[in-house]
């Protein structure tokens, strides 16, 4: 197998020294085996019930096989306000979440990089407080306006994603020299605001899409606080209407597994696809 | 002479500020009196220089001598605690780094990862607002300048160390600053990319007349690159002076030690000399040292004599060859000492002969007197020449 760095992509592939092959191949083989079981075993666990449920929902209350439980779907008394609602909030916690957690990670890293060890551990308490205690804290601080809309609820998701956000910028901020990319921008006219749009921000473009993958999935599945601030989002809508159908509730909550699925997707592959063009565009 | 500091010491009457410029069309740059410290460091201690246009200055000295510390205060990443900076006779001691027209090469890779060698050398362009079209036509000019039109679409991890550095540059001069600022831009490359790269960035600043200040701990460097070379210590200048003179005339025994080899003898104070291997030479720096006070005496290597002589005092412990001369170490009453010698006249010593060592120079410097170094086992020690 040819030993080519990853990055060396201007190197001539055919000039990359061959790897001796290993002395005793079984030695290679069998982590390889190992890593196959565990692959098909962590398979195994999410699939499994994954098929059950699309059986569960293919069938209806007669026994016979039918897609109508997800044809029913839109039709369903209440399904589109919430998945709507939904959608609304997921990207409403995701520009708060960026606006807030952003600058305060560039800021603590050039300027407080002292004070890095505190922030991890502020940053992570929302994991460790109960959802109440969010709340009601939330609902101190919040404007009046706010409370008895729905973007309460996106102040409040804003605090529960804190720990998956700013950890996702903390690495991407680790892997780049952030100080010397800085003050070469100074030093080359670029202002603060200049510097974070077009030094900072795209050169942490995977660390921004990690995060709001992480914050899209959190507001897309979380149920309690939705529950306790009584507004209907999917999962709500889900548990709700279990009590009356459950095959399309089953449905409704494969459909909302496949959607997350594909929206994550279609967030991934656009910074996938970017860096790519980065490295055709080099290459050419 | 147009360029002193405070507290420089020793500086030659026939230095030449920017003489090595082909053009001086730079600003002229003043740090006055600079004091900044972190803590309880005192990092700047009372520091002043001045920079002729055109003329390329380095800041040379062990790590932590104030060094960088001087080059970021003049670029304004960093803000003294008193003192001004001056660029063309305007105080910008306040002034944002954003606005104080100068380009930087860094230490460390400092190219936007995300952009090609093209928008990198643009970047400073675009900041300004300049249009599309210039941008690109001036980016493929300083391209050219630094040899890497064909790179210009690279991004930076597909670019070599040296390459990188080359782009940085022709990303600090695209702006046309008023002042080069090199932080020991050529520190992470290798031994070969470094002296080609030390001639690149010499040539393009002598061309352009681009007023510089470069910082290094590399001696080398320092000597061959710069109009003149200040040598730090404790967040002063010791002395700042042509690298001909800093060499041949060092002001104090810091300096002598930092630049170039410098050998250690017993001597002895004695009237307005120093005696030293059966001489009395009169003592260059200033010093307290009562007479008859033990002292060591600092001379270089291509100072001192050698004679082969059966009843020698000395004995030759070791050679390097060194091409057209071979530096032959004597063991002198308990110390090692380096004498450069024509590599035909040492061709005839062997480790073990017994010589006489002796001071051929005029002058000497004296400094306290050290305890001296165990001399090693006599052994030839021959030096590949190429």
Redesign the interface.
């Known amino acids: 197998m040819a030993a080519v760095a990853s990055?060396?992509?201007?190197a001539p592939l055919l000039e990359a020294p061959a790897a001796p092959s290993a002395p005793g191949g079984r030695r290679g083989r069998t982590p390889r085996v190992w890593r196959f079981v565990v692959l098909l075993l962590a398979g195994l666990y999410f699939l499994v019930p994954l098929y059950a449920a699309l059986r569960f929902a293919l069938k209806t209350s007669q026994g016979r096989t039918s897609i109508t439980a997800f044809t029913s779907i839109p039709h369903q008394q209440g399904f589109m306000p919430a998945f709507t609602l939904s959608l609304r909030l997921a990207l409403v916690t995701t520009v708060i979440t960026l606006l807030l957690m952003v600058p305060t990670a560039v800021y603590v890293h050039l300027r407080l990089p002292g004070l890095r060890r505190l922030f991890d551990g502020i940053t992570i308490l929302p994991i460790v407080i109960p959802p109440v205690v969010l709340i009601v804290g939330v609902l101190q601080v919040a404007p009046r306006r706010l409370k008895g809309t729905p973007y309460l609820l996106a102040l409040e998701y804003a605090v529960l994603a804190m720990p998956f956000a700013y950890r996702s910028l903390d690495a991407g901020l680790r892997a780049?020299?952030l100080k010397?990319?800085f003050?070469?921008?100074?030093?080359?006219?670029?202002?603060w605001f200049?510097t974070i749009l077009?030094?900072v921000l795209?050169?942490l473009?995977a660390a921004l899409l990690a995060a709001t993958v992480l914050t899209v999935a959190l507001v897309l599945g979380e149920y309690t606080m939705a529950n306790l601030d009584q507004y209907a989002t999917v999962p709500v809508w889900i548990v709700s209407f279990d009590q009356d159908n459950s095959h399309v509730s089953v449905a409704v909550s494969l459909l909302a597994l496949v959607v997350t699925w594909v929206f994550l997707l279609a967030i991934s592959s656009l910074g996938w696809r970017r860096s790519r063009r980065?490295?055709r565009?080099?290459?050419? | 002479m147009t360029a002193v500091t405070a507290a420089a010491v020793g500086a030659s009457p026939d230095s030449a500020p920017g003489s090595g410029t082909g053009t001086a069309s730079g600003s002229p740059v003043e740090l006055v009196d600079l004091c900044r410290s972190f803590g309880a460091t005192r990092a700047l201690d009372h520091l002043s220089l001045t920079v002729a246009p055109g003329e390329l200055v380095a800041l040379l000295g062990p790590s932590g001598c104030g060094k960088t510390t001087a080059l970021r205060v003049l670029a304004g990443f960093e803000t003294a605690d008193s003192g001004r900076v001056v660029v063309q006779g305007r105080e910008i001691s306040r002034v944002p780094a954003q606005r104080r027209d100068m380009g930087m090469v860094f230490q460390s890779y400092s190219l936007f990862p995300n952009l090609n060698a093209r928008d990198n050398v643009a970047f400073g362009l675009r900041m300004r607002g300049r249009k599309s079209a210039d941008r690109r036509a001036q980016a493929a000019e300083m391209l050219e300048l630094v040899g890497l039109a064909s790179q210009a679409d690279q991004y930076p991890h597909q670019l070599s160390g040296g390459q990188q550095q080359r782009v940085a540059l022709a990303r600090a001069l695209a702006i046309e600053p008023s002042v080069l600022l090199l932080d020991e831009p050529l520190s992470a490359l290798d031994a070969k990319v470094r002296l080609q790269l030390r001639d690149q960035i010499r040539a393009l600043q002598t061309r352009l007349g681009t007023t510089t200040l470069f910082v290094t701990h590399d001696q080398e460097e320092a000597l061959s690159m710069a109009d003149r070379v200040g040598v730090m210590q404790s967040g002063r200048i010791e002395q700042i002076d042509t690298p001909s003179a800093l060499y041949e005339n060092p002001g104090s025994p810091f300096v002598a030690e930092f630049v170039g080899l410098m050998n250690r003898l017993p001597g002895t104070v004695d009237g307005a000399g120093a005696a030293v291997l059966g001489r009395v030479l009169p003592i260059r720096n200033q010093h307290r040292f009562p007479l008859g006070t033990s002292v060591d005496v600092l001379v270089r290597p291509e100072g001192l004599g050698l004679t082969p002589a059966e009843d020698g005092r000395h004995e030759v412990v070791a050679k390097t060859f060194l091409g057209s001369l071979t530096r032959v170490s004597v063991a002198v009453d308990g110390r090692m000492v380096l004498v450069d010698q024509p590599s035909e006249t040492a061709a005839r010593l062997v480790p073990g002969h017994r010589v006489d060592v002796a001071v051929v120079g005029a002058t000497v410097l004296v400094a306290d007197s050290t305890p001296p170094a165990a001399v090693p086992a006599a052994a030839t020690v021959a030096a590949d020449p190429s």
């Open positions: 990055r060396d992509l201007g780049i020299d010397t990319l003050e070469a921008s100074r030093s080359l006219g670029g202002g200049k077009r030094v795209p050169n473009r980065a490295v565009a080099g290459l050419a």
